[in-house]
């Protein structure tokens, strides 16, 4: 049974730093995707960075440049690297997999796995 759960969420004022990682329990065989997603208080859960079993990353226009994603495969844990928080990135943020390698913008499609979240919040 695959679980994923992260951490490392919490708050920070803007202009600071976050790392979240992803414990991924159990092996999701490639191809596949594993992603962040994101859901403000109000607004739709939107994707901001997903990494496909090649290592290929992909952002959201809104977070390229300040986000990175990485997938250790030996530890089977997903980051998160986030720097020049705004306050418009508060948010929970979710990791995610899927056993396909689609993905646009920052989002993997057909996602099989979800862990339960974090909150992050950055004060401005």
């Known amino acids: 049974q695959i679980q994923l759960a992260e951490s490392g969420g919490g708050s920070v004022q803007s202009g600071g730093s976050l790392t979240l990682s992803c414990t991924i329990s159990g092996y999701i065989a490639p191809p596949y995707c594993m992603g962040w997603f994101r859901q403000a208080p109000g607004k739709e859960r939107e994707g901001v960075a997903a990494?496909?079993?090649?290592?290929?990353?992909s952002y959201a226009a809104s977070v390229k440049g300040r986000f990175t994603i990485s997938h250790d495969k030996i530890k089977n844990t997903l980051s998160l690297q986030m720097r020049s928080l705004q306050p418009d990135d508060t948010a929970m943020y979710s990791c995610?997999?899927?056993?396909?390698?689609?993905?646009?913008?920052?989002?993997?499609?057909?996602?099989?796995?979800w862990g339960q979240g974090t909150h992050v919040t950055v004060s401005s």
């Open positions: 995610a997999a899927a056993s396909d390698v689609a993905m646009y913008s920052g989002t993997c499609w057909n996602i099989n796995y």
């Open positions: 990494i496909d079993s090649d290592g290929d990353p």
